[in-house]
């Protein structure tokens, strides 16, 4: 069955410490991305990767920190400088960049305090 | 910078009427996307739309793509308790690299 696995579906943390949320899919594909959603909100893109040991910003990356040492995978670190972390994560994957739905993970929801 | 806006926020039907979502994008979109995403759940594809005029239907679901590309509307015809979720659209940036998602619409619906 392919699919995209995020890991835990809930996670509490103290403020202060670091916390690295769980990005994996067996989907080939090249692209995967990293949304925050806020209650009520849309979603806004913290990083994506195009492929493996490359990675870019998105429009809300100060405080996260991502790596992409293998194409199945995509962790996400959400720093102590990230001023509200309590939000629910999702990674997503494509093909590819460009003109390709995109594959959605159940999400992550992180809380702390 | 880039920006998808959706109308209305959210929207609360009885069980049997019409909704009707609408996308406006600040610039021309190459293609939109639409997704729904269930309460506590993730967003999920329905459907893309290219060509400018284009009008898809999916059952109950029309969508519809501005002439100019730079708009888009989902409607719902005869909506059922299953319809209950955010609906979304989004549209790639100018250089593909990504996705710009709407603000959404969260619709309610009372049985």
């Known amino acids: 069955d392919g699919g995209i696995t995020q890991s835990p579906k809930y996670l509490f943390r103290k403020e202060g410490q670091n916390v690295t949320l769980s990005c994996e899919q067996n989907?080939?594909?090249?692209?995967m991305y990293w949304y925050r959603q806020d209650p009520g909100q849309g979603l806004r893109l913290i990083y994506y990767?195009?492929?493996?040991?490359?990675?870019q910003k998105g429009d809300i990356a100060e405080g996260y920190s991502v790596s992409r040492e293998k194409k199945e995978s995509f962790p996400l670190t959400v720093t102590s400088a990230q001023k509200n972390p309590t939000a629910f994560y999702l990674c997503?994957?494509?093909?590819?960049?460009?003109?390709?739905?995109?594959?959605f993970g159940p999400g992550t929801r992180l809380t702390v305090t | 910078g880039q920006q998808v806006m959706q109308i209305p926020q959210y929207q609360h039907v009885q069980e049997g009427e019409d909704f009707t979502t609408y996308c406006n994008s600040s610039?021309?979109?190459?293609?939109i996307q639409w997704y729904k995403q269930r309460p506590g759940g993730h967003p999920v594809f329905l459907i893309q739309?290219?060509?400018?005029?284009e009008v898809k239907k999916q059952k109950r679901l029309t969508f519809q793509f501005g002439e100019a590309k730079k708009n888009s509307s989902l409607h719902i015809t005869a909506t059922q308790t299953t319809d209950v979720g955010t609906y979304f659209c989004?549209?790639?940036?100018?250089?593909?690299?990504?996705?710009?998602f709407g603000t959404g619409t969260r619709l309610l619906v009372s049985p």
């Open positions: 997503a994957s494509t093909p590819g960049l460009g003109l390709y739905e995109q594959y």
């Open positions: 989907l080939n594909h090249d692209a």
């Open positions: 990767s195009q492929i493996v040991n490359d990675f």
């Open positions: 610039t021309t979109l190459s293609n």
């Open positions: 739309l290219v060509k400018s005029g």
């Open positions: 989004a549209g790639p940036n100018t250089g593909f690299q990504k996705l710009v």
